[in-house]
């Protein structure tokens, strides 16, 4: 379906993300990865244009991805998450390098270079590593280098076991909005946006274009405990844009079926949903 432009102010909000300068730009497992759990190399490659032109824009661009432990569950023919510990923090190992050599050949193509930065929790409480995670960043940008950023799985549980750290990578793509003093995050996920129940249960759900406040209602909407190759919800995606909205930055939730959809949120086109900025 073809984007189409708002009227009134909930069109100049969306023009406004056009200034966006400092962008995060997240990608789940169900994005990067086919059904059967081979990575989505059409998609990947598409994503890649995208983010190195906003780059040749004069954007300062940052990638938080999941898909470590999906893209090594492909390189083992496995079509079903592992319950073990041990075993998914291995195929969080194998995956991880399959990713970045996957992300590192793309970018190129594009005549862009990328960096890895895996993150755990006493990276950002710890006030001396969290001066060096932003200095990292700010140097990368400095450098024309894409940060891709994803949770440590192969040393933190957090994420794999409970989601009581970054909750999952939506809250992580948060937090490191956050750090670096982001204006825009894009989620892409596996669907079109936030819509009053689920589009998969309701074939009659309503999206919702623009949210300015989060509320109990919408906290009932939400449901869903995400795919057999991620692990996040809607709920961790509104708990995502409550902590980024909260600090000053807009939250867009789109379809990743199309990284074209990226450009398009950035022109002002009524692509997913908003999650305004608080003043």
């Known amino acids: 379906m073809a984007a189409k432009k708002m009227k009134g102010s909930a069109a100049a909000e969306r023009e406004a993300l056009n200034g966006a300068r400092r962008i995060v730009v997240k990608v789940g497992s169900s994005t990067l990865t086919h059904d059967n759990g081979r990575t989505n190399l059409e998609r990947m490659d598409r994503l890649a244009l995208v983010l190195s032109e906003l780059m040749n824009r004069g954007k300062e661009v940052v990638l938080v991805t999941s898909g ?41 193509t594009y005549g862009k270079s990328v960096a890895q930065l895996l993150l755990t929790k006493t990276d950002v409480d710890d006030d001396l590593k969290r001066k060096n995670v932003i200095n990292t960043f700010v140097s990368l940008f400095q450098f024309d280098v894409l940060p891709i ?67 109990p209602e919408m906290r009932a909407a939400a449901g869903g405990t995400g795919t057999s190759r991620g692990t996040g919800g809607m709920g961790t995606k509104l708990d995502a844009a409550e902590m980024t909205t909260g600090s000053g930055c807009s939250m867009v939730l789109a379809d990743g079926a199309d990284p074209m959809n990226i450009l398009a949120v950035l022109e002002g086109k009524a692509v997913g949903t908003l999650f305004a900025k608080k003043p």
Do not use: W
């Open 68 to 108: 470590a432990i999906a893209v090594g569950m492909g390189k083992f023919n496995m079509d079903k998450r592992p319950a073990g510990m041990g075993m998914k923090q291995a195929l969080a190992a194998v995956g991880q390098c399959e990713l970045m050599n996957l992300y590192s050949r793309l970018f190129s």
């Open 149 to 215: 950023v994803n949770e440590n799985d192969t040393v933190s549980v957090e994420e794999i076991k409970s989601l009581k750290m970054f909750g999952d990578n939506d809250t992580l793509s948060a937090v490191v909005s956050k750090l670096i003093g982001a204006d825009l995050l894009i989620i892409l996920s596996d669907v079109d946006g936030f819509h009053d129940s689920n589009p998969r249960v309701n074939p009659d759900s309503r999206l919702i274009s623009l949210v300015r406040e989060i509320t």
